[in-house]
């Protein structure tokens, strides 16, 4: 079992990244998939999950309106695009699988994004 984000890098503030999170070694079906984010010196944060049942999603208030999760289990990945970005969205990403949204067991290593000017 196996997830790999990538996607990241250097924004400006007001831009956008597609984060991708492609899994490996399974199938993405069964699974709902969160990404979480941590920044330097501050608490890991959920970000938005999206769930394998009927594709509900769910996200944090910092990101509602500018990131927009989405799947495709057929190429085994889960998209996070993010878009409006803020300095404070600076932090390493990670994403995640598990049974459900509250219960993201399997993760992946992170990759950085950083917004500045």
């Known amino acids: 079992v196996q997830l790999q984000a990538s996607g990241g890098g250097l924004a400006q503030p007001g831009g956008s990244l597609r984060l991708s999170c492609a899994a490996s070694?399974?199938?993405?079906?069964?699974?709902?998939i969160g990404w979480l984010r941590q920044a330097p010196g501050k608490e890991r944060e959920r970000v938005s999950c999206i769930s394998s049942s009927d594709g509900s999603t769910y996200y944090a208030d910092s990101v509602k309106g500018r990131f927009t999760i989405s799947r495709d289990n057929a190429k085994k990945t889960v998209y996070l695009q993010m878009g409006s970005l803020k300095p404070e969205d600076t932090a390493v990403y990670y994403c995640a699988a598990g049974l459900s949204c509250r219960l993201l067991d399997y993760w992946g290593q992170g990759t950085q994004v950083t917004v500045s000017s």
């Open positions: 070694g399974f199938t993405l079906d069964p699974y709902a």
